[in-house]
């Protein structure tokens, strides 16, 4: 079904004659540049979840995002055409939770910056919020939420700063709006981090809390990461040993797939999430460093990606694209990522 097993190293987008969604029993969906960006759902996301549904393929919704609680989220999927349950959400704010719940008795006390996903999280771990050092928390637990300013930024870095044990939902350095680009977790577990010289334990994506996280809630045998980010998303899926989909209607462009280290490279690729409703075209490697997809052939030429051919579907002709640059890169792990902007741009990509 795929080119290689789950998780390995691969040097070309994988293949599947059946469509993911009845190739694999459940879609561990990225939300923010997946399904909707800010208030509004992608194009393409409502409808595309819809077949897949009917397909008997399960949807969960995975985020590193940790400032909603999950009914909130599933309520605004169901607002935007995406039916969903609570149950059907898994955010980082509870990968964070179980791992504070492993560190202190249960009625502690915890330090949070953040939203209403962290401390509804903590609640269900039999943990008290607080948001004071005053009020004598044993632990700092931080996420996104976009309240968060100086003050709160302040008072973890005094906690931090005593010795009490930190952990960051995530470290995702960006999130993206309806607007664009905005700083993210990361951007905020850096400035405590630059004040104490700490490092915090992260929980999220693409760390193994969350993706334990993930199959304890949802039972999943066959799951298929699907994300917009190769740092997070492919990079979660490729430690927990599943297949994944990369999409781009989030922050990964083209330009940047073909530079992914080993970890970084999705089993599949695709537009956007009606890529799960098809089968998937292989990359077939033609020797010399060459490889064809749907009428593509690819190739690396004095360190620039050369593409010959034509096809219906461009994407077919970065899938060939990507398996030349990754063959050149892992035959000279110190030489620099091939130039395919010239490629890419005769792709209209």
């Known amino acids: 079904m795929t080119e290689m097993a789950a998780g390995a190293n691969r040097t070309a987008p994988g293949g599947s004659d059946r469509p993911l969604t009845e190739a694999y029993d459940t879609a561990l969906l990225d939300l923010d540049g997946v399904v909707y960006a800010g208030p509004d759902a992608i194009e393409h996301a409502v409808d595309a979840l819809a077949a897949a549904r009917e397909t008997g393929m399960r949807l969960a919704y995975v985020t590193n995002n940790a400032s909603r609680p999950p009914r909130v989220v599933a309520e605004h999927l169901t607002e935007l055409g995406v039916p969903a349950e609570a149950a059907d959400v898994i955010n980082s704010a509870q990968a964070a939770a179980r791992l504070v719940a492993d560190k202190v008795p249960a009625g502690s006390k915890v330090l949070v910056v953040g939203g209403a996903g962290l401390v ?11 948001r004071s050092l005053d009020e004598d928390p044993v632990a700092v637990v931080q996420g996104y939420d976009p309240t968060v300013g100086w003050q709160h930024l302040a008072e973890a870095s005094y906690a931090v700063a005593r010795g009490l044990p930190w952990v960051a939902s995530n470290t995702d350095l960006t999130v993206p709006t309806a607007r664009g680009i905005a700083p993210g977790n990361g951007t905020l577990v850096a400035a405590v981090r630059t004040a104490t010289g700490v490092e915090p334990e992260v ?7 969350m993706h334990r996280e993930t199959v304890i809630r949802t039972g999943a045998k066959r799951p298929l990461v699907v994300g917009d980010r190769l740092d997070t998303d492919i990079e979660g899926a ?4 599943v297949d994944s ?16 280290p080993a970890q970084h490279r999705p089993t599949y690729l695709a537009a956007d999430l009606r890529g799960l409703l098809l089968p ?11 490889y064809g997809c749907g009428g593509y052939l690819a190739s690396v030429d004095g360190g620039v990606l050369r593409l010959e051919g034509a096809g219906e579907d461009p994407y077919d002709g970065l899938r060939a694209l990507c398996g030349a640059a990754w063959a050149a890169a892992d035959a000279d792990a110190g030489a620099v990522a091939p130039d395919g902007r010239k490629a890419l741009a005769e792709l209209g990509l």
Request: charged residues 15%.
């Open 120 to 130: 509804e999280a903590l609640a269900e771990r039999g943990l008290v919020a607080v």
């Open 245 to 260: 989909l990369l999409v781009f209607t989030g922050v990964t462009t083209p330009a940047l797939l073909l530079a992914a």
């Open 280 to 290: 998937q075209p292989r990359v077939e490697p033609l020797g010399e460093g060459r």
């Open 203 to 209: 929980a999220g994506k693409p760390l193994p809390p």
């Open 238 to 241: 490729h430690n927990g040993g």
